[in-house]
C-alpha cells in the first residue's frame, strides 16, 4: 500500500482540484443555446452582454454547476463515509433509507399538498423533514442501549427503503396525473430547479459533514479492521458512529430534498477513488468531495446540453454511466484479488 | 336442471327489461366529456377516477380505477357492451383482456385536432347520436376556419405554452394544442419538437426568447412570481405572460372554446392603459 505522506495528499487534492476546475469551466461554456465563447466572457465579467446571454450564463449554468458541484460532493462523501461506517463495499447514500425517508416526505406533499395548498416550494421542507424522521426511527429501531450494531442498521435501512417505494407507488396510483408524473420526475432526480437559496443549504451539511469526518478520518481506517480492534485502539466506536451517522444522514437529507434520487455518485465515485488512492480515509473523504463534484457537475453538463433544447434529468446520466464503469471497477477489482 | 333454471331466468328478466340501453365504462376523462356533450349520459355505466373528479355529473358512478390502476373485475362486473379507452401504455393489455372477455374495446388516440375530432364522430356513432357529433364537430371546424382567416393578416407572435414550470415541459409540434396555436395565429417556438409535450431546458426557453408565454401549468397562483424573475425574456418585459387554467388544454369536445382562449390569450395588449 502506498504510504501516504503530505505531499501526495496535496497532489491529489491539487489535480482533483484542477479537474474540478475545468469541470466548471465545461459547464458554463457549454448549453442547449450554443452562446458564442466571447458572449459568455462579457456575461462572467459583466461587460455588456445581451441580458438574455447574461441570464443564461449567471442565472442558469453557473448556479446549476455549483448545485451540482454541492449535491455531489455531498452523495460521494456519504457514500465513502457509509460504505466505511457499515463495512460494506455496497453501502451508497441511499441504503440506510434515508433516501426513501426523503422520497417518501416530498412525495407526500406532490402527491396530497395541493389540497392543503402546498405548493411546489414546500417540496424540499418536507423531504428534509422526512430525511430526519428517517434517521430518528433507524435509531429507535436499529438501537439496542446505546449500541448500533452495523448489521441492524443496514437490514432497517433496506427494509425502510422498501417500504418507501411500496408507499411512493400506492401514492403515486391514488393521485391525479400531474401529480403522478411529477413523483416520477422527482424519482430519478435532476438539478433542473434552480434556486441560489437551496445551495447554500446542501453547503451547509456538507460542510459540516466533512467537519465531522475530517478529524475522525484515522479512527475511520481502524473501523476497517472491525469494532473490536478499533475499540481496542482507543477509538470511541459508539460515539464516532453515532455522531458520524447523524452527520451523513443530514447531508444525504439535504442533496436528496432539493434534487431527488441521483443514483451511483455516492458508490461509484468512492470506489474509483479508493482504486486511484488507495484507501486512506484521510485522503478519501476530502478527495470523494471532490470527486463527486467533478462527477456531477460533468453529468449535468449532459444532461442539459442535448441538441435541440432539450433535457434530460441527470439522474437518468448518472445510472447510464455509472453503471458500466462500476461493473468494470468490479471486473478489475476481482482481477486484482485473484491474480496469481 | 337447476343451472337451466337459472338461465331461463336470466334470460326472462333480460327480455322482461325496458329497451335495450348501451352500457359504456368510460376509462378518460375527455371521452367521458365527450358522451356527455353528446347527450348520451344515460349510457355510461362506469367511470375512470378522473372522470369522477371532472365532471360532477359522473361522480356518482361506479368508480372502475385510475390511469395507473383500472381495474378489470371492476369493469367486468359494471357488465358493459362497450369501454372505451385512449390508448396509454399505462393501461398495459387491458385492452386485449378486456376483448378476450368479450368486451368490445373502443379504442380512440387523442394527441391531434383531427383524432379529436375522430373520437367525437366514432363516439357519436357508438351510442348512436351522429347529428349530434356531426354537429359538434362542424362547430369545431367553423371555429377554426374563423379563426384561421382572422389572424392571417395579422402579426405571428412567436409563443411557447407551458404546461408544467419544474421541470420545464411545454407543448411540442405532436399536440393538438400546438395545432390549435398555430390556428390562433401564434408562432410555437417549440415546433421543432415532434413529441406532444417535450421536456426543455431553461436556457433553452431563455434563447429562443418567446413574445408571449402561455402558463398551464397546474400552480398557477406561482406563475407570475415565477416568471418575473428572468426579466430578460421579452414576454416578461412586454408583460404578456398569460396564465390559463388547466381546463384550457383538455382535448374533449369544446376545442372551440379552448380556441377562443388561445385567441383570447394571444390577443396583443396595446390598449393597456400605463399606472
Not at chain 2, 368479450?102 to 351510442?127: K, W
Not at chain 2, 390562433?184 to 415532434?194: D, K, Y
Amino acid at each position: 500500500m502506498k504510504v501516504l505522506s503530505p505531499a501526495r495528499v496535496a497532489f491529489s487534492l491539487a489535480m482533483l482540484g484542477s479537474l474540478l476546475a475545468l469541470a466548471l469551466l465545461l459547464a458554463v461554456v457549454s448549453g442547449a443555446s450554443a452562446l458564442p465563447l466571447s458572449e459568455v466572457w462579457r456575461a462572467l465579467i459583466g461587460d455588456d452582454a445581451t441580458p438574455a446571454a447574461a441570464d443564461i450564463v449567471l442565472r442558469v449554468r453557473l448556479p446549476r454547476a455549483l448545485l451540482g458541484m454541492a449535491v455531489g460532493a455531498s452523495l460521494a462523501v456519504a457514500g465513502v463515509l457509509f460504505q466505511a461506517l457499515l463495512r460494506n463495499p455496497l453501502a451508497d447514500p441511499f441504503v440506510l433509507g434515508v433516501s426513501g425517508g426523503a422520497a417518501l416526505g416530498g412525495i407526500l406533499v406532490l402527491a396530497l399538498g395541493s389540497s392543503f395548498g402546498l405548493g411546489y416550494a414546500a417540496v424540499p421542507p418536507a423531504a428534509f423533514a422526512g430525511a430526519t424522521l428517517t434517521t430518528l426511527l433507524l435509531y429507535a429501531v436499529a438501537g439496542v442501549r446505546g449500541h448500533v450494531s452495523s448489521t441492524h442498521l443496514l437490514l432497517t435501512g433496506v427494509v425502510f427503503n422498501a417500504f418507501a417505494s411500496a408507499a411512493i407507488v400506492f401514492l403515486a396510483s391514488i393521485s391525479g396525473l400531474t401529480e403522478s408524473s411529477n413523483i416520477f420526475l422527482w424519482l430519478i432526480g435532476s438539478l433542473s430547479a434552480i434556486r441560489a437559496e437551496v445551495t447554500g443549504w446542501v453547503v451547509f451539511f456538507l460542510v459540516a459533514g466533512l467537519a465531522c469526518a475530517l478529524p475522525m478520518a484515522r479512527g475511520l481506517n481502524l473501523l476497517a479492521l472491525g469494532e473490536e480492534s478499533a475499540q481496542q485502539l482507543g477509538i470511541d466506536v459508539e460515539r464516532q458512529k453515532r455522531l458520524l451517522l447523524l452527520a451523513t444522514s443530514f447531508m444525504v437529507g439535504a442533496a436528496v430534498s432539493v434534487a431527488g434520487l441521483i443514483g451511483f455518485v455516492g458508490l461509484i465515485i468512492p470506489h474509483l477513488l479508493r482504486l486511484v488512492l488507495g484507501p486512506d480515509h484521510r485522503l478519501l473523504v476530502p478527495a470523494a468531495a471532490l470527486g463527486g463534484a467533478v462527477f456531477l457537475v460533468v453529468c449535468d453538463t449532459a444532461a442539459r446540453t442535448l441538441p435541440g433544447g432539450r433535457e434530460l434529468p441527470v439522474g437518468a446520466i448518472t445510472a447510464v454511466a455509472g453503471g458500466p464503469l462500476f461493473l468494470w471497477l468490479l471486473r478489475r477489482q476481482q482481477r486484482r484479488v485473484f491474480a496469481p | 336442471m337447476l343451472a337451466v333454471f337459472l338461465i331461463l331466468a336470466v334470460v326472462a328478466s333480460a327480455a322482461a327489461e325496458e329497451p335495450e340501453r348501451l352500457r359504456i365504462v368510460s376509462l378518460n376523462p375527455s371521452l367521458t366529456e365527450i358522451l356527455l356533450s353528446l347527450d348520451a349520459a344515460d349510457t355510461l355505466v362506469g367511470v375512470d377516477d378522473y372522470s369522477a373528479r371532472q365532471q360532477p355529473s359522473v361522480a356518482e358512478l361506479p368508480r372502475v380505477g385510475g390511469l395507473f390502476s383500472p381495474n378489470l373485475e371492476a369493469i367486468v362486473a359494471l357488465e358493459p357492451d362497450a369501454v372505451v379507452v385512449v390508448p396509454a401504455a399505462q393501461q398495459r393489455d387491458l385492452g386485449e383482456r378486456l376483448e378476450q372477455l368479450g368486451i368490445r374495446v373502443v379504442s380512440l388516440p387523442n394527441h391531434r385536432l383531427e383524432e379529436v375530432l375522430t373520437s367525437i364522430t366514432e363516439l357519436g356513432a357508438l351510442v348512436d347520436r351522429d347529428q349530434a357529433a356531426a354537429a359538434r364537430v362542424a362547430v369545431i371546424r367553423r371555429a377554426v376556419a374563423e379563426s384561421r382567416s382572422a389572424t392571417a393578416e395579422a402579426p405571428h407572435p412567436r409563443v411557447v405554452m407551458v404546461i408544467q414550470r419544474d421541470p420545464l415541459y411545454v407543448v411540442g409540434g405532436g399536440s393538438y394544442l400546438h395545432e390549435l396555436l398555430d390556428v390562433a395565429g401564434a408562432r410555437n417556438i417549440a415546433a421543432g419538437f415532434s413529441e406532444a409535450y417535450p421536456r426543455v431546458g431553461l436556457e433553452w426557453l431563455l434563447a429562443a426568447a418567446p413574445d408571449v408565454i402561455l402558463d398551464a401549468s397546474p400552480d398557477a397562483a406561482q406563475a407570475e412570481a415565477y416568471w418575473s424573475r428572468w426579466p430578460s425574456l421579452p414576454a416578461v418585459r412586454a408583460n404578456r405572460i398569460v396564465v390559463l387554467s388547466a381546463s384550457a388544454w383538455r382535448p374533449g369536445p369544446f376545442l372551440e372554446q379552448s380556441l377562443q382562449l388561445l385567441a383570447d390569450a394571444l390577443r396583443p395588449t396595446e390598449l393597456r392603459v400605463a399606472p
